[in-house]
């Protein structure tokens, strides 16, 4: 009785196996450091809407009188940098007019499974401008 044996095959399927094991980190990778990418940029996001009302509540005190309001451009974009700087932030621009304050976060952040395959982090941005209002619904126009 002699047997058949056939060759080639040996070890084949393990490649395969492999292929798909790799493909499938990576795609976690994508899921988990994506999500983790996803949250950073909401929450620069949020904290550049909150630098931009901070900085946009210092209102210049000289056109008051005549029913004006403005920013007070020095003060609003010292004001936003300080609630940024608190807040660990040491990317980001603030941008101060008369009318309004426009705030962008640059942020970082690390990667989990994505670093497996030479993609270490990930830069995320969030970005508001705020600008001056009366009361609860009315805002107050530029020139």
């Given at each position: 009785m002699s047997r058949y044996r056939a060759g080639?095959?040996?070890?084949?399927?393990?490649?395969?196996?492999?292929?798909?094991v790799v493909?499938?980190?990576?795609?976690?990778?994508?899921?988990?450091?994506?999500?983790?990418?996803?949250?950073a940029r909401s929450t620069a996001?949020?904290?550049?809407?909150?630098a931009a009302r901070a900085g946009v509540m210092q209102l210049d005190p000289a056109p008051m009188g005549s029913g004006r309001v403005r920013v007070?451009?020095?003060?609003a974009q010292i004001?936003?940098?300080?609630?940024?700087?608190a807040r660990g932030y040491d990317q980001f621009t603030v941008a101060a007019s008369a009318?309004?304050?426009?705030?962008?976060?640059?942020?970082?952040?690390?990667?989990?499974l994505l670093s497996l395959i030479m993609i270490p982090t990930m830069e995320v941005r969030g970005s508001a401008t705020a600008r001056?209002?009366?009361?609860?619904?009315?805002?107050?126009?530029?020139?």
């Open positions: 080639g095959d040996a070890g084949s399927a393990s490649v395969y196996v492999l292929g798909l493909a499938m980190l990576v795609l976690a990778g994508l899921v988990v450091d994506g999500g983790r990418a996803v949250n996001a949020d904290v550049a809407e909150q007070d451009v020095n003060a004001a936003a940098g300080a609630f940024l700087a009318t309004d304050v426009q705030v962008t976060v640059r942020t970082t952040v690390k990667t989990a001056p209002a009366e009361g609860i619904v009315n805002e107050i126009q530029g020139p």
